[in-house]
């Protein structure tokens, strides 16, 4: 296993004694660059990450500080809470138990809880894809007074699961916590076990996951990082910890990035759940109208730059998660911070995933080197004609290249110019760039190629 000394790989030559320089590995340079840029721009104390590649780990990283006071620095070891992402494995139990024959997605809730709200019009399924209309009982991204003393399942489904639903099921999709409790519930009812005791029975102990904390019982300890949050754009202070019971099914895990990873590669295999059920938990749920919810059974599903992708953000005191999954590229990325109400988990993920996923495509970095080549001549008004097809030529007038030139010029040299996706049309390829400067939003950048090489289009665009 190699090591890093000064930014630099070194390989000890057997039988010379010999340092031997390598090249620096590309995804510890790319995740090491955008997760302190990130953590430098958002004032987050620390950020731990693990990127999976061909559906292994590949590599591991802790970035600032786990604890501010002594500066005590975050390392991969150490077990961040992942909050919603928690909802997943939620998702999975179900499943498991479905595979078993002891329960169906489509069973009305009444089954089981039968003094719900509507419990014979709603179904386990709408409950794991927030489309039940159940109120969620913690929608705030604080910790309110009563939430500092201990409950249990049974009185918040008392309390926001009797009430009046918030609308028909199966007709609008509505994040609420308050369907996880519900499922969690049904998993201890049907299984015969605490809910967190089948988790490390049928999912955690089975994937290799070790690391993990049940936080509903209590905080991390001293040997992990620290919860902070912030009022408004103020230092960083220690968050408060949820009281006893009210995390539960619906984000009660903590662990290292290293261990979620596990879980990861467990759905790129599809090695724990059989492949309907990872098929039910990836399908986006359909509204009764016919509209998408981008949601399916605990996992967002979408798409970065034109690849599929299963996604869930996390969020309890003190910590904010990232968990982002593209399973036709055997690809993950997780993100564990530890500052509520951040972006930085969020971003860093999502910046690593397009630099890994811009990767995959063995010509990216010679086609980004030429598109930002242009686009730096373009912030000066030139452009190389011998480029470009005749119809492209024939845009860039001397208006054209005056404007490219005055609004473009002033945003200074580009800081970062990454393909973030790409497809065919026309005949042509299709690429599309994100450009990013040391100050402001940045800006879109694509064109089209055509099969002699020649660019047909470039154009720039905000974001």
């Known amino acids: 296993m190699s090591r890093t000394f000064a930014g630099c790989t070194l390989l000890i030559a057997l039988g010379t004694g010999s340092l031997v320089a390598q090249a620096p590995d590309p995804v510890a340079v790319t995740v090491d660059s955008i997760a302190r840029d990130v953590l430098r721009q958002t004032g987050v104390p620390s950020a731990s990450v693990a990127v999976v590649r061909d559906g292994k780990v590949v590599y591991t990283q802790a970035y600032g500080d786990a604890r501010i006071e002594g500066h005590v620095p975050a390392t991969p070891a150490m077990r961040y809470s992942i909050g919603s992402i928690s909802k997943q494995f939620c998702a999975g139990a179900i499943l498991l138990l479905q595979q078993d024959g002891k329960l169906s997605l489509d069973d009305p809730v009444a089954k089981y809880l039968p003094d719900l709200t509507r419990a014979n019009d709603v179904t386990i399924r709408q409950l794991l894809s927030h489309t039940s209309g159940y109120e969620d009982y913690w929608p705030q991204d604080y910790v309110m007074p009563m939430m500092l003393d201990s409950v249990h399942a049974q009185d918040i489904v008392n309390r926001w699961a009797k009430k009046p639903l918030n609308f028909d099921p199966g007709t609008r999709w509505q994040y609420s916590n308050t369907n996880y409790v519900i499922a969690g519930m049904i998993v201890e009812k049907v299984s015969g076990m605490p809910f967190f005791e089948f988790l490390r029975s049928r ?23 620290t919860g902070y949050m912030r009022y408004a754009l103020g230092p960083s202070r220690p968050a408060p910890k949820e009281g006893k019971g009210w995390l539960f099914a619906a984000g009660e895990l903590a662990m290292t990035p290293a261990d979620l990873a596990k879980w990861d590669i467990a759905m790129i295999d599809q090695s724990l759940l059989a492949p309907a059920s990872y098929r039910a938990m990836e399908t986006e749920v359909v509204l009764k109208n016919g509209v998408g919810s981008h949601y399916g059974l605990g996992v967002e599903v979408g798409d970065q ?92 007038t001397a208006q054209a290249l005056a404007d490219f030139s005055a609004s473009l010029g002033p945003l200074g040299t580009p800081t970062a110019f990454t393909q973030v996706y790409t497809e065919l049309r026309g005949g042509m390829v299709l690429r599309v760039y994100q450009v990013r400067f040391a100050q402001g939003p940045g800006v879109r950048a694509w064109t089209f190629e055509m099969p002699d090489g020649k660019l047909e289009q470039y154009q720039v665009a905000s974001n």
């Open 203 to 225: 999912i955690l102990t089975p994937l290799g996951i070790e690391s993990v904390k049940n936080i509903d019982m209590g905080r991390l300890p001293d040997s992990d990082p």
């Open 305 to 396: 730059g034109g690849h599929r992708m299963i996604e869930h953000s996390g969020e309890v005191s003190g910590f904010t998660a990232e968990n982002l999954v593209f399973p036709d590229d055997r690809v993950a990325v997780v993100v564990l911070t530890n500052e509520d109400a951040a972006a930085a988990a969020g971003g860093i993920g999502r910046r690593v995933a397009d630099r890994l996923l811009s990767q995959s495509d063995p010509s990216a970095h010679a086609h980004e080197a030429e598109a930002r080549q242009i686009f730096e001549g373009l912030q000066k008004g030139t452009i190389d004609r011998s480029l470009f097809t005749f119809d492209a030529n024939s845009y860039f």
